[in-house]
């Protein structure tokens, strides 16, 4: 059971949560502008939507949080700026199964990696790796499954 000023919040579509300290007159801004700062991120507040459990509604931004028994706050950020900012968790050396090429490819990241950035060094790899002709667009459309395997570090 959380404290009177303690809110649930669930980021999404990462389902990150954290529970924050909030008085019953901060804004949905405010939260954005905690929420930003929490994932170092700079992004356009005009990309994220609130949306209130106890309420069932979705907050505008100058909407107070108010002061809700066991709130939870569900905040989408739009899928792209998401995988921007969603760390891979600490690995070193790792293979990457590439599906349904069934591609094995031995690669060493580190905590701060993006998912961005592994995508980026797969996509080079890809590139330079062609024996024979690969349509990288029909393999997306298909779906593309990239597993890993190893223990963490």
Not at 40 to 50: H, Y
Not at 98 to 126: A, M, R, Y
């Amino acid at each position: 059971m959380l404290q009177s000023n303690q809110k649930k919040i669930i980021i999404l579509p990462s389902y990150r949560s954290i529970i924050l300290d909030l008085s019953s007159t901060t804004t949905v801004f405010d939260l954005f502008q905690c929420i930003q700062q929490w994932l170092q991120f700079e992004g356009s507040f005009k990309q994220w939507t609130c949306y209130s459990v106890s309420r069932q509604k979705w907050l505008n931004i100058s909407e107070e949080i108010g002061n809700y028994q066991d709130e939870t706050i569900y905040i989408k950020i739009r899928h792209d700026l998401e995988s921007q900012i969603q760390k891979v968790e600490t690995w070193n050396l790792k293979t990457i199964i590439i599906l349904p090429l069934n591609h094995h490819l031995n690669v060493e990241v580190q905590s701060t990696t993006t998912l961005f950035e592994l995508f980026e060094f797969i996509q080079q790899h890809l590139k330079q790796f062609q024996t024979k002709k690969i349509d990288l667009k029909e393999v997306l459309n298909n779906g593309l499954a990239i597993l890993f395997q190893g223990k963490n570090g």
